[in-house]
């Protein structure tokens, strides 16, 4: 008889239960076992968010146009990369670090020797920094590629580059050590538990000033209205729609920083409760305000309710995550208008879905909150306006800085290296004006191998369409 | 009765559809093409391997119009469609036989008359 793979499964698991009380024992320490599942779960989490990565590959490139399928897919890969060296490098220090009430600045270039010293707020943590590390970086790159969002279909190369080395060595480390890193938002009670504000308002306010300096896409307003650019595939933009969902239990799930002691199934369960409430929201709006069932909108509609869940989603009832959500999804679709109204050319969606939303969710923190969660008591909940005041100014701190920072850097690559792709590359395509070779080849040249170079003896020659019309320059 | 076919831009082709319609000229038959002229091909660079692609996309506008449509037709393609550099395309003008409406089985100039586009 074989033996199937499938059916060791129950006799591993038997022999690894067997096996944790061993350890145990030998070590006397129930403490290792703590960490080990502490641990376990950060890069479940890290990796989960990680995940997201192909979630807003598919997204982006699904909502852009098919001439530049490739270059979105560059460009995904380039921000991941630069935020893992350059948050490795110095930004973890700058956020996480020992420091002042503004930045940190302990514990360069990772793994630390001396991490209670280094980082104080990870010194009662049983996980080991590169894990703490793994799970920051994965929210850098998430924030990072909300910016180049916005900016697609236009942008040179090079610039997101310079972004983005600034971006998650500086910008993002800054604002993340005001209140994860035990900055001066951390001791006022400001309330952001997984980064509405932190990830998503900031990847939103970079896109806002980036799109404003880049201008908007060729042929996108015409006498004064808005053109529609459609994606070149829906499937896709949903297709990454799920998988940002299902990497939200990592995000927010992963966010209490620890798997023993905290209900992070009642943090994954607000999640998902309000992003539904974010497609109803949104497909409500789309409905009344399009006279259609708009698929994109709904589509954004989820990210707009998981964005404004994403910071009060440990803080709040389960009845507060659907009201939080559905808020999101309604206001998603006029806000897009409002936008095309002032000539903003934001091609998915990401200034409603991670700004507005982002804003929202912060802010319902005050409305919201629970005592027994969250240390105060919300409005609804008899409390005081304070929380809600302090929510406020937190997301004005950072709209504030964030904004200007970000514009800052994008006015000096335009002045310097160039923001924006010429004219004739960006009618041409940033795949094959960028990168030399398309997204999809078939759809603009004829590729080589479509029919056969030679036709046997007696067969019919090939449709007068197929001729073949490239030559090889070089043979690789 | 004369046929226009122009060589264009893709992105010269709205500007040139609209004014023609403004000038009660909507009726026409566009087909994506691909050629070569003065416009040199461009190169496709994939894992190393490198191919010119001597064949670039371009718009074949097609229409028959009246004889005495032709120059502000023509003028209007030219306006539009020029852009100094080259690729900007070519304008051919050919005779034509007869035109007939397959509604209504008219012939003649009848079919070409400068008429109103239908309301979408």
Redesign the interface.
Known sequence: MRLRPFRLVPILAALMLLAIPAIAAAQDDTTAIAAAIDSMWFVIAAVLVLFMQAGFAMLETGLSRMKNAASVMAKIFINLSIALVMFWAVGFALAFGDGNGFVGASGWFLPSDNVAADFPGYAESLVPIQSQFLFQVAFVAVSLAIVFGSMLDRTKFVAYIGFGVLYAGLIYPIVAHWTWGGGWLADRGFLDFAGSSIVHLQGALAALAGTLILGPR??KFRDGKAVPIPGHSIPLALLGVIILMIGWAGFNGGSGLAAIGINFGDVIMNTYLAAAAGIIGATIASVFLFKTIDVSQMGNGAIAGLVAITAPSAFVDAWAALIIGVVAGLILPPIVIALERIRVDDPIGALPAHGVAGIWGTLAIGFFAVADKAGVDGILYGGSAEQLWVQFYGVAATVGFTLTASAAVFLAIKYTVGLRASEEQE??GLD?SEH???GY?ER???VPGATPEELPAGHAPAPSGAAT???????? | MKKIEAFIR??SLEAIHDRLAQMGLPSMSVTEV?GSGRQKG??????????????R?KVKLEMVVDDADVDRAVDCILELAHTGEPGDGKIFILPVEESIRVRTGERGDVVLAPHEEAPA
């Open positions: 060729i042929g009618l041409q094959i030399g070779m398309f080849p603009f040249i004829d019309t490239t030559k090889p320059v070089t043979a690789s | 893709h992105e691909k461009f190169t496709e660079s994939y894992r190393g391997a490198k191919t010119v692609i001597f064949l996309p």
